[in-house]
């Protein structure tokens, strides 16, 4: 390496990896307590540490002529240069390097020399001492984003070992400890900060690793890349942006190549999954594919998605890889996608292929033999603008019809000509040709099929991804639209001949184009308001029909909820407050079904909107239904954690509900049952039990002492008493249920069963690891029997019994029953459902107690990530999940990554949460235990140096 430098001696300065001392004799050398220069022999290797740190004012650091006078000691850079002695010292190393004083910068030889070594001097240290003067401990402040961005890359990648210290000095943790923060602050892979050589990074990536850097002068962020590429270039202070433009000349770059067509892509290199013959194959081959794609062990792939133009399509995450080594090539009409990722315009269809597509589509050849076909074929692809899209449907057109290309483009045309109404840009980026194409057809329906078309017209305010046929049918017979559901029953022929709609998969549903949706929906626009609202309000009773089927089936299907939960959600853009006004609504509590689903799934903004449009738009709602929407809404603000506004809301309900409706009512019940559940929330035990034991008798007397609902009130007590640790108490009532139900259901009754369960649960809090699997195992007997063994009711009885096995130690048998039921529940529900992810925290916290912590926070990052695809970042699984991450980093003893992920959680509980919540409480709890045990870490590692320095 070139250039001249200084190492410091554990007070004092040099620089210049020695192997190149013998370029510059005078190389000056201070050892432990001298000030003085020491000259080091030409060819000595000496063993140095080096500082890395954000340059202050310079009028505060210590530059290389202030070493010549004892009052550099007074400045304050020189903390920074001590600390690193003292730090070196502790290791017994004699050298180390500061940039500050080690550069003698009124060189401009030397300076440019010693720039252009830096990654070499980063590289050839021994030690990398990052010190973090944003940092302060106790108070945890997080200020790294910042030091990160002003540092040198060459600082986190080149040295062989880099240690992170606040500004008192105490450590934080090292590169592979903070390599997951690191690599989110800076974008660069996790792969390079754990020493995969540059060189299999290309030069773009490396350049983005700058991207975030800021500087004091325009060309540093130039200059700091030089280690990076191994080049050497001379440094021309007051170039500003030009040195980026030297810096490309020197790596030979050229411009990016976007052609498509460079023969990278091998047909012979496909391969085939094994798969079993199964009902959901499509399913578990999309499923396969994502899996073998997130491992990094099977190398570099391409993924294309094909005419993706709904950003938030629920299926989105089921169909990217989570991981590994690949590219995601997503073709879209969206122009808006470009924003998402980098956007590149890709040409029109050429004519050989539209032609090929329309012939295809409309079952005609076209060709030199009928060149007036052909000529007008050629035609009709170049109105419609080569859009795939519009040439398939013009076809299905012709060939329904049989119509000779030559006719329809004279239709085509007149029709273009006389349209009176057109999306506007934002929706529809089109010539006038295809959507008087679109029209063409419309028109024929309306003549032929206007059931058909009818149809259409409410599809298009469903989510168009997906829409199944099934639910379809039940939703138009739930808005008395019986006529429609026949003819949904028999198979709406010309929806899909005309291509309107495409079939997805082996089963009921299909599909049909968001541009397409676009249109119809502005065709319907010209229509008067409440014939135009009658789509709208059709769509919203038809989505409502489709929860009351999938509520009253005995097992959901997740992948069916999914979808109506995304109907609903597209409902909703189109939804006139005015609309829920006719009394359908009323009678029909849609609004209020909407809502209750919603709110299961864990949606629960979502359901206080439907729940309070229905209190403010429905007509004439009876007092009870308006208790029940109200009820509805506290019952979510419990969910969601705002304990106290649900508190003070139920307790009011409860008054207007006792004297409207009577204490024994079924709904003043409830709203009891919801106080006890409250207070149980908030830790108020004795509160709730007063709650479920005043509701108790009412229950008792209306219904009677063996009725389900008193059942389920005694089965709450006993929770609470489990809670209060009163096992002997839980346990008394756990039994009177159980015999009951025996006697009442028999022993073989899932209801039975499920006591027997909770009987099992309730031993493994009282630590009777013997008793509990008895019970445990006689309900999952059952319920294999009943239900078979992959019913989640029957996976959830393994789950506990997995807890019996990690509460008593048996860890590798709870890990193997964990793997169980995570499969159990991925096979039945996909990939993408919330009990997946409950499944992977539990092997989380298994192998976080085997001390297994890398392959704890694997299962916990897939916990993290899914959650966050389902619900967002915000919602409280998903803290509670970074919570747990946090604790695996504090048993690591990864003490300052813990403190910024239990603050990262708490600050959004705080946010999203009442203070009163689970997760608010635990996460400050448990932050306030770690910024104490780091305390006493340090005080006893503080006192041990003490010692070790002044031996008695």
């Not at 973090?132 to 401990?137: G, K, Y």
């Not at 009943?786 to 506990?800: C, E, H, R, S």
Request: net charge neutral.
């Amino acid at each position: 390496m070139r250039g001249t430098a200084c190492l410091l001696g554990r007070t004092c300065t040099h620089n210049v990896p020695p192997e190149r001392t013998q370029h510059h004799a005078s190389s000056k050398i201070r050892r432990t307590g001298r000030t003085q220069p020491n000259r080091l022999p030409s060819r000595q290797h000496p063993t140095y540490a080096i500082l890395s740190h954000i340059w202050g004012d310079d009028k505060d650091e210590v530059d290389f002529d202030d070493l010549k006078h004892k009052s550099f000691k007074n400045k304050a850079g020189y903390a920074k240069i001590r600390f690193c002695g003292e730090q070196a010292k502790k290791v017994n190393i004699e050298y180390f390097w500061v940039d500050t004083c080690c550069i003698n910068k009124a060189n401009n030889t030397e300076y440019s020399e010693a720039i252009n070594s830096m990654f070499r001097w980063y590289h050839d240290a021994v030690k990398c001492y990052v010190y973090l003067a944003d940092v302060l401990i106790p108070n945890g402040e997080d200020h790294t984003e910042r030091i990160w961005e002003r540092a040198f890359r060459n600082k986190l990648l080149a040295p062989a070992s880099v240690e992170f210290f606040s500004r008192e000095g105490q450590w934080l943790g090292s590169r592979s400890t903070l390599e997951l923060q690191i690599h989110e602050i800076t974008g660069i892979p996790i792969t390079a900060l754990r020493g995969t050589p540059l060189s299999q990074f290309s030069v773009d990536d490396r350049i983005q690793w700058a991207a975030k850097r800021n500087t004091k002068k325009k060309e540093d962020k130039a200059y700091c890349l030089l280690g990076i590429f191994g080049i050497f270039m001379p440094l021309i202070y007051g170039e500003g942006d030009h040195a980026f433009i030297r810096l490309n000349k020197e790596l030979g770059r050229s411009p990016p190549s976007t052609n498509l067509e460079s023969g990278n892509i091998h047909p012979d290199r496909g391969f085939a999954f094994p798969l079993e013959h199964r009902k959901d194959l499509g399913r578990e081959a999309v499923f396969s594919v994502q899996e073998w794609l997130t491992a990094s062990e099977n190398g570099n792939w391409l993924l294309l998605l094909d005419g993706w133009d709904n950003l938030n399509d629920e299926r989105m995450g089921s169909l990217i890889p989570h991981g590994g080594s690949g590219v995601i090539l997503i073709t879209s009409r969206r122009e808006d996608w470009a924003r998402h990722g980098d956007g590149l315009d890709l040409p029109f269809m050429k004519e050989a292929a539209s032609l090929a597509l329309l012939s295809k589509s409309s079952l005609t050849e076209y060709g030199q033999g009928n060149p007036e076909e052909f000529d007008a074929a050629k035609e009709i692809v170049r109105v419609l603008g080569n859009l795939p899209l519009a040439v398939d449907q013009a076809g299905a057109h012709i060939h329904n019809l049989k119509t000779p290309a030559r006719k329809y483009l004279s239709r085509l045309k007149e029709n273009a000509d006389t349209l009176s109404w057109t999306p506007p840009i934002n929706v529809w980026p089109y010539g006038k040709g295809v959507l008087s194409a679109w029209d063409l057809t419309f028109q024929e329906l309306e003549s032929s099929s206007p059931k058909v078309l009818e149809i259409l017209q409410v599809c298009v305010f469903l989510a168009g991804e997906y829409i199944s046929e099934n639910l379809l049918k039940f939703g138009f017979k739930f808005a008395q639209k019986d006529a429609l559901a026949r003819v949904v029953e028999d198979g709406m022929g010309d929806l899909f001949s005309f291509s309107l709609a495409k079939r997805e998969g082996d089963d009921d549903g299909f599909s049909i184009h968001t541009v397409l949706q676009a249109c119809i929906r502005q065709r319907l626009s010209r229509l008067p308001g409440l014939q135009r609202q009658e789509f709208t309000e059709t769509a919203l009773l038809v989505v409502a029909g489709a929860v009351q089927k999938l509520t009253s089936e005995r097992q959901q299907d997740w992948f069916s909820c999914r979808q109506v939960l995304s109907h609903i959600t597209s409902c909703e853009k189109h939804i006139d407050d005015t609309l829920p006004r006719k009394p359908i609504f009323g009678s029909t509590r849609a609004l209020f079904m909407l809502g209750q689903f919603c709110d299961k799934f864990g949606r629960h903004d979502q359901a206080i909107s439907w729940f309070q449009r229905e209190l403010n738009t429905v007509p004439h709602l009876s007092a009870q239904s308006t208790l029940e929407c109200r009820d509805g809404v506290s019952s979510a603000k419990l969910l969601k954690g705002q304990y106290n506004e649900a508190l003070a809301e139920l307790h009011a309900l409860y008054t207007e509900a006792t004297a409207q409706l009577g204490v024994q009512h079924v709904l003043t019940n409830k709203i009891a049952h919801s106080l006890g559940m409250t207070y149980k929330k908030t830790g108020s035990f004795e509160n709730a039990l007063e709650w479920y034991m005043a509701s108790l008798p009412q229950i008792t007397e209306i219904f009677g002492e063996k009725d389900h609902r008193a059942l389920a009130t005694l089965n709450n007590i006993a929770v609470i008493y489990k809670e209060q640790k009163k096992y002997g108490e839980a346990f008394k009532i756990y039994q009177n249920v159980l015999r009951k139900k025996e006697e009442a259901l028999g022993e073989e009754d899932l209801s039975t069963l499920e006591t027997v369960m909770n009987i099992g649960i309730l031993y493994w809090h009282w630590k009777l690891y013997d008793e509990a699997p008895q019970f445990l195992q006689r309900a999952l007997c059952g319920k294999e029997k009943q239900l078979g063994k992959d019913d989640p009711k029957t996976l959830a009885v393994k789950g506990n019994i997995a807890n019996v096995y990690l509460g008593s130690g048996r860890l590798d048998e709870a890990i193997k029953l964990h793997k169980e039921t995570y499969h159990g529940y991925k096979k039945v529900y996909g990939p993408e459902h919330p009990e997946v992810f409950t499944k992977a925290g539990w092997l989380g916290e298994d192998y976080c107690q085997k001390r297994c912590y890398a392959k704890s926070l694997e299962w916990y990052e897939e916990a993290l990530s899914g959650r966050k695809r389902l619900h967002g970042e915000h919602n409280a699984q998903t803290l509670e999940t970074v919570v747990s991450m946090a604790g695996v980093f504090q048993f690591q003893g990864q003490f300052y990554r813990a403190l910024t992920w239990y603050s990262w959680a708490l600050e959004r509980f705080r946010h999203g949460f009442a203070s009163e919540h689970f997760g608010t409480q635990s996460a400050e709890r448990q932050l306030r235990a770690l910024i104490l045990r780091w305390h006493r870490f340090s005080e006893e590692m503080q006192s041990r140096m003490t010692s070790e320095n002044h031996p008695s």
